[in-house]
């Protein structure tokens, strides 16, 4: 049996949140379905914010609240205050991803916090959903771990603080978020070592953008350190509004691409993978995908660890 | 002191050889300077083949024979028979780099020899070269190492087979190269190990595409194997005739960053290697050059290991 790797893929959430037109609901559901048929059971939906400030996401309530009714799938959405929290509870997601800036500057320029305060603001937020009757799994993003287009280098000390300080608010699991893109691998392997020590294995996911053209070698080495779980996005969509030229997360086709020919099983199909992005292209400027896999096509020696049914 | 990597920029040679509209000359050679001014010592400046095979390669000798007037430059010339390597020889190449297609499928349709018929030729031009006055470096590529698009999987042990025969023919040293793009970190590293033990040390250098998007990710590895010389393009320019939608070379500026990044010294100044792109994309249709840091500017956090003069 080979091991397993969990990938979310986050690009309904992030993929399309700055993307200029807005999306149709049922266009997103029919993605979300096209990725499903793929074997992706994990998919962070949507994203409980303001509809002004974000106005793609505003009808997350709804499409969280239909994809419940794929058997098995897991459905993330994204909070980053308590309003927000309760709508995707309400919404009935099963996974509240909660971000926290481990940079102070890019926490006031996202959410008007600094990182303490915010911390504080979502130690609140979790004890909230614990005293609900319907248990949620609390998912806590330690965003701009690498880097920060802000502030530029961010102190290693101030990322384990980050995570030491979201495992004591109740966070589940904890994920070390490459907002802007700006890690390199050596970076990826001391900050998930000194995070493991601090939190062990409650740090379970790395979320990375490809902004430097290095996303997929930093998965490498977070996979090298035990990291059994990534995001990713169909076409490396996603981007950060406080990271100009920043090319968006990595690309699921070819993070799939790699661990199945690695021998790692992701359950997906990379085949039926490829034909989800016809769900989602006719809604997007064209040439927002990329992708090295879905531009040169699978080749023909390509084995996947993940068993796919003939037929 | 951190440890020293050596990147050969292949632009000139393997960047160019598919590029429709000819490159003239002296934009070649201004481009040279610009990676030279960057601090690259090792350029690969031109192609012995056919001008009706490889019209863009026609001026290789002009080109080689101009760029060894910068002092301290290595200038690699491309040779695939005799007459090529005779041809590198009298226009004054350091190294004369040799492919031979592990893929005996690819080497008919590149060459019209089958491998083993072409070590055979391999073998009696270096005997040629090694009786000439002037002392070369010869570096034989096996190329295809990691799959091919005709006949698909490699078998591992051809590869060693392969890399076994050039050292018998008097290689200097050996590259291994993914000419496709269809490697992924564990095949570098089977194939790498594997290479290693039979040929030692003179394994040097790989050379990677970037097809599956893996490219990075696959020098991380070689890297942690123990390889310390590199090809890349800058801009990720390349091909191959016998990949359909392969994305290129590896890029030099994303592989100088990471690199930089993680410690170690390619003596190469990123931010004049960006302006070097200014030098040849005037030359090529709109976007052929591609890239992480390109595109997004070299972040505030880059701390590079090569120490820069200011100024």
Redesign the interface.
């Known amino acids: 049996m080979s091991e397993r790797i969990t990938i979310t893929e986050v690009g309904p959430r992030d993929g399309l949140q700055l993307v200029a037109n807005t999306v149709p609901t049922t266009a997103k559901l029919a993605w979300i379905e096209a990725l499903y048929a793929a074997g992706i059971r994990h998919i962070e939906a949507g994203s409980f914010v303001s509809p002004h400030l974000v106005p793609q996401m505003a009808d997350s309530a709804v499409v969280v609240s239909q994809a419940l009714a794929l058997p098995g799938l897991q459905v993330y959405g994204l909070a980053a205050n308590l309003r927000g929290a309760m709508a995707a509870y309400e919404a009935g997601a099963h996974v509240i991803v909660i971000p926290l800036s481990v940079s102070d500057r890019h926490s006031r320029a996202n959410v008007n916090k600094g990182t303490l305060e915010h911390i504080d603001a979502i130690a609140q937020l979790i004890e909230w959903l614990r005293a609900q009757p319907r248990a949620v799994r609390i998912d806590c993003v330690a965003a701009s771990a690498f880097?920060?287009?802000i502030s530029?280098?961010?102190a290693l000390a101030d990322v384990v603080g980050a995570a030491k300080a979201l495992a004591l608010a109740g966070a589940d699991r904890i994920t070390l978020a490459d907002t802007?893109?700006?890690a390199?691998?050596?970076?990826v392997q001391s900050t998930v070592c000194a995070v493991q020590d601090a939190v062990g294995q409650r740090l379970q996911k790395l979320h990375l953008h490809?902004?430097?053209?290095?996303g997929?070698?930093n998965?490498?080495?977070g996979l090298q350190q035990g990291i059994r779980e990534f995001d990713a996005c169909l076409g490396g969509l996603g981007g950060c509004p406080f990271?100009?030229?920043?090319?968006g997360n990595i690309?699921t086709e070819?993070l799939v691409?790699?661990l199945e020919?690695?021998?790692y099983s992701t359950g997906i199909d990379l085949a039926k993978l490829l034909s989800a992005r016809q769900a989602i292209s006719p809604y997007l400027p064209a040439g927002t995908l990329r992708?090295?896999?879905p531009?040169?096509?699978i080749?023909?020696?390509y084995?996947p660890a993940t068993a796919v049914a003939v037929g």
């Open positions: 880097g920060c287009s530029g280098e961010v802007v893109g700006y390199h691998p050596a970076l490809d902004t430097m053209g290095l997929i070698a998965a490498l080495m990271a100009p030229g920043a090319s690309v070819d691409f790699m020919s690695m021998g992708g090295g896999v531009a040169a096509g080749p023909a020696s084995r």
